[in-house]
């Protein structure tokens, strides 16, 4: 793609070629997507949410009234107890 453009910029084809590895490695460092990583903390809340969310749905999955809320809060009561 980069190729192109510079084509079509009037840069000519020796100096389009001797950048290419450069902008292959450049291109390779800017796809690359950092992934956060899940705190210890986080972890424990996801669990213990998953732990406490069937208490709080009814008979066909759906979350009850405050249903959610209420689960979040015991899920971080649990998760902050360790």
Do not use: D
Not at 28 to 45: E, I, L
């Amino acid at each position: 793609m980069i190729r192109g453009i510079l084509m079509a910029e009037g840069v000519s084809p020796a100096v389009t070629e001797a950048l290419m590895p450069l902008v292959a490695t450049a291109e390779a460092k800017v796809v690359k997507t950092v992934k956060r990583k899940a705190s210890a903390y986080s972890k424990r809340y996801g669990r213990s949410f998953r732990k406490v969310s069937s208490k709080y749905k009814t008979k066909s999955g759906a979350w009850m009234k405050n249903g959610f809320a209420r689960a979040q809060k015991e899920a971080h009561r649990l998760a902050k107890r360790g």
